[in-house]
């Protein structure tokens, strides 16, 4: 399994290593591009093109002076049919894009649930975000604006030089001379943008951030009276964004110089060598007038086609940052055995834990009884939530085991062993939706309501929904707003005890809560002993005594554990923390 793991790590680091178009190459395959919106498109840009070429000749028969009825006729005839297929190829161009962002944003969106729990750590949730509503954008620009249109502007710059070397290949060649001069420009341009555009959206992410985090604890800002600091934060995040802002404006404004020059050039020799041909006899003026309507489109072509280079560029940050992600390591969702025991002492067995290079636990010796309420104390920083998180697999241990019911747990799969785990967390977030929805959210089976009003009497909040107009209908509001932070806790403690989970982890049940909501959580937990495998996050004294087993995290990685009263008599800590009403740092 080891192995297995070794290799699959090892050839997703040499996908990501790969060079910016292999990159591009495997994000278009998340994308699931449509093929029949595709072959549709492109069958269309080449009637577009056959049609584009026809124009110009039709101009200089006008030029001439024929206007006869079948030079008229041509003429409004292609200029319908020219708009028609210009508004069909439009048409068939949106539809391309919103498919491809929605298939590579459902692409992301899964690949995001299926990432290790560590990744979460490392990113924040707001980049998270970005690179599903924001960076997945870069895939159309790259595909249509890009790919295609390279494709495009390529297939009409042939035909566009077959037609002028019919009047004149000698001006052709000339022509064809500033076509290198137009790829260097947009090749300078094109890694300045990148340069530009990559600063302009990391300070964008950073401004973000702040803002994101800030505007969530707004209250305790002013509640610790620091508007003035976090304003002087805040306007140099915003500085920083209108610097980097003012960088792509100024390339901006030089590309369009430049643009400006660079088109003169060729305007002007063709304009020049026009008046000789045209005083020597070697073009007359409807053969002149259409070479240079052709010179003039092949012209736009080339610029075109150039500025693919900086369209490539500027969106290769966002692609980059999306493929990032592509190419995580996704957990290994597998069973490797056939069923779970069903109960068991959970026992750390020698294990070496770490997050980088800071070790957290080392060489750590405990159980958690079976079916028992287990206490899990310590000093802040010791490895607590660590222990919890090792638990639920969201880590694998640097070395050791743990066990349960004698076998590793690193043999089940993820996904059965998450089963029979259920955690309540000291935030207590709640979703969007009604109260029965929260407290139903994850629990696979049908729960009727008569079962969730008892879990309701267990931690006394029953009251509470019998009193509301809309009972378990009542909406809780965005992240359960409309909830005090104890009805929160209640009901992700009901949740807990509806759920068919085996182990419980419940980090800090009572933080943050009046003593008649700690009792009640306290009475619904006491009601669990003997039921579940119960595992405690707490400093709460009571809830400490009430414990049937405590495991003591005492720093410089020791680890005591035993009952209530052996742990009175041997560790000082839980004493401090216990026997004297909580005075021990934690």
Not at 126 to 151: P, Y
Not at 326 to 331: A, I, K, S, T
Request: charged share 25%.
């Amino acid at each position: 399994m080891k192995a297995e793991k070794a290799i699959k790590t090892n050839a997703a680091n040499q996908v990501k290593n790969r060079g910016i178009w292999k990159r591009f190459a495997h994000t278009i395959k998340e994308a699931n591009i449509p093929k029949g919106f595709l072959a549709f498109y492109i069958i269309l840009t080449i009637v577009e093109g056959q049609i584009l070429v026809r124009i110009p000749e039709v101009n200089g028969n006008f030029f001439a002076g024929d206007v006869s009825t079948s030079t008229v006729a041509m003429f409004i005839g292609l200029e319908l049919v020219n708009t028609l297929v210009a508004q069909f190829v439009l048409y068939i161009n949106h539809i391309l894009r919103y498919k491809m962002n929605r298939n590579l944003r459902n692409s992301l969106w899964g690949k995001i649930l299926r990432l290790k729990p560590s990744y979460y750590d490392k990113v924040s949730s707001s980049s998270l975000i970005s690179r599903i509503s924001v960076d997945s954008d870069g895939i159309n620009t790259f595909v249509i604006d890009v790919v295609l249109e390279l494709f495009i502007q390529t297939y009409y710059n042939i035909l566009f030089i077959r037609e002028m070397n019919k009047i004149s290949k000698d001006v052709g060649f000339m022509l064809l001379g500033f076509v290198p001069l137009v790829f260097l420009i947009s090749f300078i341009v094109g890694r300045l943008n990148l340069k530009f555009q990559s600063n302009m959206k990391y300070k964008l992410s950073d401004l973000t951030n702040y803002l994101s985090e800030i505007i969530s604890v707004l209250p305790l800002l002013k509640a610790m009276n620091r508007q003035g600091y976090e304003s002087r934060r805040g306007k140099q995040a915003i500085d920083e964004f209108y610097k980097s802002n003012r960088n792509v404006i100024g390339l901006d404004l030089g590309r369009e110089i430049v643009g400006t020059l660079q088109g003169m050039g060729p305007e002007l020799v063709i304009i020049l060598i026009g008046i000789k041909y045209l005083n020597n006899g070697t073009f007359d003026a409807a053969a002149w007038y259409t070479f240079y309507l052709y010179a003039g489109t092949f012209i736009s072509f080339c610029s075109t086609l150039a500025g693919m280079w900086e369209q490539a560029k500027s969106v290769q940050g966002q692609l980059n940052k999306v493929s990032d992600v592509l190419f995580e390591e996704e957990e290994a969702l597998g069973s490797y055995v056939d069923s779970i025991v069903e109960s068991g002492d959970i026992i750390f067995d020698h294990v070496d834990f770490g997050y980088e290079e800071k070790l957290v636990l080392k060489d750590a010796c405990f159980t958690i009884p079976s079916h028992k309420n287990t206490a899990l104390v310590g000093l802040s920083g010791a490895g607590k939530s660590t222990i919890v998180k090792l638990v639920e697999r969201m880590y694998a241990v640097n070395s050791g085991r743990i066990l349960m019911g004698g076998r590793d747990i690193s043999e089940y799969g993820i996904k059965d062993w998450r089963k029979g785990i259920e955690y309540v967390s000291q935030s207590t977030p709640l979703l969007s939706g009604s109260i029965r929805d929260n407290v139903t959210y994850g629990i696979k089976r049908d729960v009727t309501d008569t079962e969730i009003m008892e879990a309701f009497r267990a931690v006394k909040f029953d009251e509470f929904v019998e009193s509301s107009e809309d009972g378990l209908s009542r909406e809780v509001g965005q992240f359960g707003e409309e909830l005090s932070g104890g009805q929160r806790q209640k009901i992700s403690v009901a949740r807990a005890m509806l759920s068919d989970a085996d182990i419980l982890i419940l980090d800090e049940p009572t933080a943050s809560l009046d003593i008649i909501s700690t009792n009640e959580i306290m009475h619904a937990i006491d009601s669990l002993k003997g039921k579940r495998t119960v595992i405690m996050i707490t400093h709460d004294p009571k809830l400490i005594g009430s414990a049937d087993h405590i495991i003591a995290l005492e720093g410089d990685h020791r680890i005591t554990e035993g009952t209530p009263e052996e742990m009175m008599k041997i560790s000082e800590f839980v004493w401090e923390l216990a026997g004297k009403g909580g005075e021990a740092d934690v």
